[in-house]
């Protein structure tokens, strides 16, 4: 099983920034990559970007985060950063931590084996 804790939310004004982490334990042996899905009431979870762990250094984001948000590898094994920059109002969801096997992209949330619990991240003046 694989447990995985995510930290750095909060509140942040329009044009901040905030940093997201997060880190995997337990049976990590198959990770090859994480990412993070966003959530707001009433609509469905939303892919935000995740990285490949192993090989090549590939990441992807979707359209409306692109240029402000950079998701990298942690210094630790099976950890993973996302900076958020630019932030907008629209940016405001509850933020989920995901692993899986191989990027399975960032269209369908229901193919991500390992989710967190979520963290808060609210963009308001």
């Known amino acids: 099983q694989v447990r995985l804790q995510e930290s750095g939310g909060g509140s942040v004004q329009p044009g901040g920034s905030l940093t997201l982490s997060c880190a995997a334990s337990?049976?990590?042996?198959?990770?090859?990559?994480m990412g993070w899905f966003r959530q707001v009431p009433g609509k469905e979870r939303e892919g935000v970007a995740n990285?490949?762990?192993?090989?090549?250094?590939?990441?992807d984001y979707t359209d409306a985060v692109r240029r402000r948000f950079t998701i990298s590898r942690g210094d630790a094994e099976n950890t993973v950063t996302l900076q958020m920059n630019s932030v907008q109002p629209e940016d405001t969801a509850v933020y989920y931590c995901?692993?899986?096997?191989?990027?399975?992209?960032?269209?369908?949330?229901?193919?991500?084996?390992?989710w967190g619990q979520g963290t808060q991240v609210t963009v308001s003046s």
């Open positions: 995901v692993a899986h096997p191989f990027c399975a992209g960032l269209g369908n949330a229901q193919l991500y084996d390992n």
């Open positions: 990285i490949m762990l192993r090989y090549a250094n590939f990441a």
């Open positions: 337990g049976d990590t042996g198959n990770i090859g990559c």
